[in-house]
């Protein structure tokens, strides 16, 4: 199903990370497929604004923000994080796949030298590390927490930008 990315801090449980992208209807697919945020500015009321990126390190709730995200609207205005509820690789996971929180993103940075070999020994997405990826956190009105995962920026962007990438996770 995926890669292990992050095991809490008790060591019970994590997340994986599916080895690609997904495309707007949650489909695997090989080669990055830009998508929104949101298609508009918006404050997802019930999912805190993180303004500092420590603060966004220390994010890990991937799938209880992707829960607030997908409450707050439909699939047209949250394409990311629908995109990841939509992602079905076997039944038992279907629904269940989140967008990765910030923190969790910021661990697979600092793991990527591993993470990238395990994603080619699966036969994942080749060029995974070299784009941008939404998170499920954030930032403000108008900015979501994103990463690329081969570098060390955690930063925050626009939402309206589709130029960015979907990569799920699923909690265990």
């Known amino acids: ?3 292990v990315v992050y ?6 449980g994590g997340q994986i990370m599916a080895p690609w992208w997904l495309d707007k209807n949650g489909n695997r697919s090989s080669s990055p497929v830009g998508m929104y ?11 805190p604004n993180v303004t500092s990126e420590t603060l966004a390190e220390a994010d ?7 829960d607030k995200i997908v409450a707050a609207g439909n699939a047209r205005t949250y394409l990311a994080a629908w995109a990841t509820r939509k992602y079905a690789p076997t039944t038992e996971t279907s629904g269940k796949w989140c967008l990765p929180a910030a923190g969790v993103l910021r661990n697979i940075q ?8 395990a994603v080619n020994k699966v036969g994942g997405a080749s060029n995974l590390g070299n784009y941008w990826v939404w998170s499920s956190s954030e930032h403000s009105i108008s900015y979501a927490w994103y990463a690329r995962l081969d570098y060390s920026i955690l930063g925050n962007y626009g939402k ?5 990438y979907v990569v799920p996770v699923l909690e265990f």
């Open 7 to 12: 095991v809490n801090a008790d060591g019970v």
């Open 60 to 66: 890990f709730d991937s799938c209880g923000n992707t």
């Open 1 to 3: 199903l995926g890669i």
């Open 37 to 47: 945020w949101s298609t508009e500015y918006t404050d997802v009321l019930e999912l």
């Open 110 to 117: 600092k793991n990527w030298s591993a993470i990238g070999t």
């Open 160 to 164: 309206l930008n589709d130029g960015d």
